[in-house]
């Protein structure tokens, strides 16, 4: 075991901690902790089953456990696949103490979650993240969710885990695609709010991408500690939340237009930040320079900037189902450069349509 790194998010009776280190999903000491009642389900995919779940259920003796096995990829994160997790809930006599343990990438945390939220009205789940993307945003803060063929997310609950178990040596065997995924939203940090850890990022971006164990531990640490401070302030997203959108919603259509699963979710990630940042230039609210800057430091993490040619009018009525639009308007996160992200209300269509074009 490494050292363990612990962080809070604070959210009053319902604090949980993050804790990052390699070798945590074998500590089941330190995760069965939070665990209050006698039946626990993990619930993992494929892939990360034939990794990892012998790990954690070794750690399980003494609870009536089960497992379920979901097929892998963001395609499976629907209402289907959580009917699964109920019928595995209900299999297993899972009572409303019951605890989800959701073992894999961000789509198995949203499923899971999603499910935990809402068998009985809600029971315990711990997010065990296997993924960079995951232990860097989707395990932490507590958002649960499905896609539908309309839309990315459009199903789901805030429903907080009871902790997060990031065990980073399980980022070993995660393929150069996805480790590369994840590090867009570790640009998200820095691009939205904190100036000088995008410029960390840039000096660090060679040891990043060669997975250097001191510069992943400290960017996963610098990560989880903005996301779970904005999470504390602004649990329901009714306003700095928002910012963690940046490049989300150009992201998540061109997810939905391509087809899931056809980019991965950091690399629409990628190439919506810099949709965000062209548009800003473009309506004059901030220097082209700082938009290059973008696009250099993701291009140095290998990650695509140009989007795929896609049909720009379906990319913008996917843009319209987004779940941050009002009165049918487009709400985006644009910015005033680097570290400096921004809500901006109805905002010209025009304007992101020429972007989403390309022009
Ligand atoms: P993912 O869950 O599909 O995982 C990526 C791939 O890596 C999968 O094939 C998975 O089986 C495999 N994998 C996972 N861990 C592995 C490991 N250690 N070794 C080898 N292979 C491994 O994708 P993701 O990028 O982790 O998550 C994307 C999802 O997260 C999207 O659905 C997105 O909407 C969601 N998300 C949610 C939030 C949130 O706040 N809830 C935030 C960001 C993203
Ligand atoms: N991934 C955005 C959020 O958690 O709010």
Redesign the pocket.
Known sequence: MSAVRTLDVALGARSYPIWIGAGLLADSARWRAPIRGRHVLVVT????AA??LQRVLAGLAGLQHAHLVLP???AH?TLDASGQIFAALAALGASRDATILAL???????LA?FAAASWMRGIDFIQM??????MV?????????V?LPQG??LVGAFHQPRAVVADTG??????VR?YR??LA?VVKYGAINDAAFFAWLEVHADALVARDEAALAAAIQASCRAKSAIVARDEHERGERAL?NFGHSFGHALETVAGYGTL???EAVAIGMLQAATLSTRLGRADAADATRLARLLTRLGLPVQAPPLDAAALLAAMRLDKKNEGGRLRLILWRGIGQAEIVDAVAEDEVAAVLAGS
């Open positions: 995919n494929t892939t990360v990794l990892y892998d990829g963001e994160k894999g990438g961000g789509v198995i945390g949203d979650g993240p296997t993924t960079l993307l995951a945003d989707s395990s932490v803060g507590g958002k649960t969710g896609n990315k997310n399980t980022l070993a065997t995660l393929p996805e995924a994840g939203e963690l991965l979710h950091g």
